[in-house]
């Protein structure tokens, strides 16, 4: 089973950037489909990017659409989520996870869906 590291989080002014990063071990990292899941304090985990096998297929959130960018390395065994434009509602912990697929177009968009997560990083925006 796959092990996630997340880093990169911190406190940023709104209208400011931050660069997640996910570091896998323990597994063949291309065989995952991956995302980038959030989740503030008294809320549901919420679904904010995900990314096929491959990187050939990425979805996000409506909320985050057009801001937010996921990507990855497979050569490095690592997930990144690039957050430009950053408002105080996007303040929560967030978690990588990991899901393995055969499929290398398929994307994932439930926290359910995985089969491992990190730890989580924090993020706080501040207004």
């Known amino acids: 089973q796959v092990q996630l590291v997340e880093s990169g989080g911190g406190l940023v002014q709104t209208g400011g950037s931050l660069r997640l990063s996910c570091a896998a071990s323990?597994?063949?990292?291309?065989?995952?489909?991956m995302g980038w899941f959030r989740q503030a304090p008294g809320n549901e985990h919420e679904f904010v990017g995900a990314?096929?096998?491959?990187?050939?297929?990425?979805d996000y959130g409506d909320s985050v659409k057009g801001r937010f960018t996921i990507s990855r390395d497979n050569a490095k065994n690592t997930l990144y989520l690039q957050m430009n434009s950053l408002k105080p509602e996007d303040t929560a912990v967030y978690f990588c996870?990991?899901?393995?697929?055969?499929?290398?177009?398929?994307?994932?968009?439930?926290?359910?869906?995985?089969?491992?997560w990190g730890q989580g990083t924090q993020v706080t925006v501040s207004s």
């Open positions: 990314i096929s096998r491959m990187g050939g297929r990425t």
């Open positions: 323990g597994g063949t990292f291309n065989n995952y489909a």
């Open positions: 996870a990991a899901r393995s697929s055969y499929s290398a177009s398929t994307l994932y968009t439930g926290w359910e869906m995985y089969n491992g």
